[in-house]
């Protein structure tokens, strides 16, 4: 398999998954048959245009989504107020980390209960949308931790070797 049928491939699951998002449901034969016939032209779609039409499809201005943006925002700024304190945030690595594990459950019951939230229905079967804007933003928020944890654990083996090296010293001395 050659780099372009990978890239061929790829753009168009990442086309496919994002038309999907935000759209009604009388819409998406509609948009499979476009992407269908695109694919069997070997027509690449950009990545980039496949995320403005994410982000185009979705209506900023709902108060959940809102307040799922804040939620995400928030959590991050708690990473960042509490990046010295390993054992805090090793308790909010595993929050983050069941909250991902949920996902799917809040998917369903968000596609359940839509009508009392949204003005239209974004929760597929598949959890294209609550992965995009609930899953992902977690995943990175975790990412962020690990490679926190990483700096941390670094610096204290730095210490530990500097502590060593003068007790060694001092041991020579004597």
Not at 7 to 36: C, K, N, Q
Not at 42 to 65: G, K, M, Q, R
Request: hydrophobic fraction near 50%.
């Amino acid at each position: 398999v050659n780099k372009k049928d990978w890239t061929a491939t790829w753009s168009f699951i990442f086309s496919y998954i994002f038309l999907i998002v935000g759209r009604t449901p009388r819409h998406l034969f509609e948009d499979w048959l476009v992407m269908d016939f695109t694919m069997s032209n070997s027509t690449e779609i950009p990545f980039l245009d496949v995320v403005s039409a994410f982000i185009e499809s979705v209506d900023w201005t709902e108060n959940w989504i809102l307040s799922l943006v804040g939620f995400h925002l928030s959590v991050f700024m708690l990473i960042a107020l509490i990046r010295k304190k390993f054992e805090v945030q090793s308790v909010v690595f595993f929050v983050l980390l069941i909250l991902v594990y949920c996902a799917e459950y809040i998917n369903n019951w968000c596609r359940e209960n839509w009508r009392t939230f949204s003005f239209e229905n974004r929760f597929d079967k598949n959890g294209t949308f609550i992965s995009i804007m609930w899953s992902m933003p977690l995943i990175f928020n975790t990412l962020f931790i690990v490679i926190n944890f990483t700096i941390l654990m670094s610096d204290m083996l730095v210490k530990v070797k500097r502590q060593e090296l003068r007790q060694q010293h001092r041991d020579a001395k004597k």
